[in-house]
T-cell receptor
C-alpha cells in the first residue's frame, strides 16, 4: 500500500519553512526523499536508514521514526528553487531495494 | 553527470504500434533495474523489477504480456509496450542502483513521455 503524504499541497513565501510528512502502514527499512520538477525525473535528496536518524544538507533535513513508521522532511528558509513535488519512497523489510513512492506533496514557493 | 540514460525521451505514435524504451546504467553495473509509470499529477507507480539474466517481476495489475521487459546485460534493460493504445499514454521512468536493502539511492533516467494517438 502506498505511503500517505501530508499535506497534499502547500504554498510558501520565500524564506518560510515547511514540513512534509510521510506515513506508512507497513514496517519500514528505509525512507528516501525525492523532489520532482514538472516534466522531469525525480531527483534524489536523501536516505534515512535507521530509526530516529536525522539527516540533512543545506536547509533541507529529514527525520525517521521507525516505531511510528513515519518520516518528515523539513524545509527551512525556502527558496524559489524548492518548488516542485516531493515524494517519499519507502523500502519495506523483506522487499530488498524496491521503492514504493508516497502520494506526493506539491510545494510552491512564491516571492 | 547522468548515471542512468533513458531513450527515447518522447514518443508519439499510432494506436497498435509497439514501442521500445531503453534504460542504460552508465557508470555501474546494475543487476536490478526498476520501471515506473506516472500519470499526470499522480505519483510514480512501480510496474516491474527487471532482473539481469532472469524474468522480470511484475507488480499486481501490470500485464506482463503487454509490457515486455528484457534485461540482457548488466547495463541495459528495455521495456516494450506492445500494441500500445491511448490509455497507455504516460510518463515511463526507469531507475537503477541501490544495493540489497537499499542503503544507496536509486538513480533515475530522464523518463520517456509516450503519447499514443
Amino acid at each position: 500500500q502506498q505511503p500517505v503524504q501530508s499535506p497534499q499541497a502547500v504554498i510558501l513565501r520565500e524564506g518560510e519553512d515547511a514540513v512534509i510528512n510521510c506515513s506508512s502502514s507497513k514496517a519500514l527499512y528505509s525512507v528516501h526523499w525525492y523532489r520532482q520538477k514538472h516534466g522531469e525525473a525525480p531527483v534524489f535528496l536523501m536516505i534515512l536508514l535507521k530509526g530516529g536518524e536525522q539527516k540533512g544538507h543545506d536547509k533541507i533535513s529529514a527525520s525517521f521514526n521507525e516505531k511510528k513508521q513515519q518520516s518528515s522532511l523539513y524545509l527551512t528558509a525556502s527558496q524559489l528553487s524548492y518548488s516542485g513535488t516531493y515524494f517519499c519512497g519507502t523500502v519495506h523489510s523483506g522487499t530488498a531495494s524496491k521503492l514504493t513512492f508516497g502520494t506526493g506533496t506539491r510545494l510552491q514557493v512564491t516571492l | 553527470g547522468a548515471v542512468v540514460s533513458q531513450h527515447p525521451s518522447w514518443v508519439i505514435c499510432k494506436s497498435g504500434t509497439s514501442v521500445k524504451i531503453e534504460c542504460r546504467s552508465l557508470d555501474f553495473q546494475a543487476t536490478t533495474m526498476f520501471w515506473y509509470r506516472q500519470f499526470p499529477k499522480q505519483s510514480l507507480m512501480l510496474m516491474a523489477t527487471s532482473n539481469e539474466g532472469s524474468k522480470a517481476t511484475y507488480e499486481q495489475g501490470v500485464e506482463k504480456d503487454k509490457f515486455l521487459i528484457n534485461h540482457a546485460s548488466l547495463t541495459l534493460s528495455t521495456l516494450t509496450v506492445t500494441s500500445a493504445h491511448p490509455e497507455d499514454s504516460s510518463f515511463y521512468i526507469c531507475s537503477a542502483g541501490g544495493s540489497s536493502y537499499s542503503n544507496q539511492p536509486q538513480h533515475f533516467g530522464d523518463g520517456t513521455r509516450l503519447s499514443i494517438l
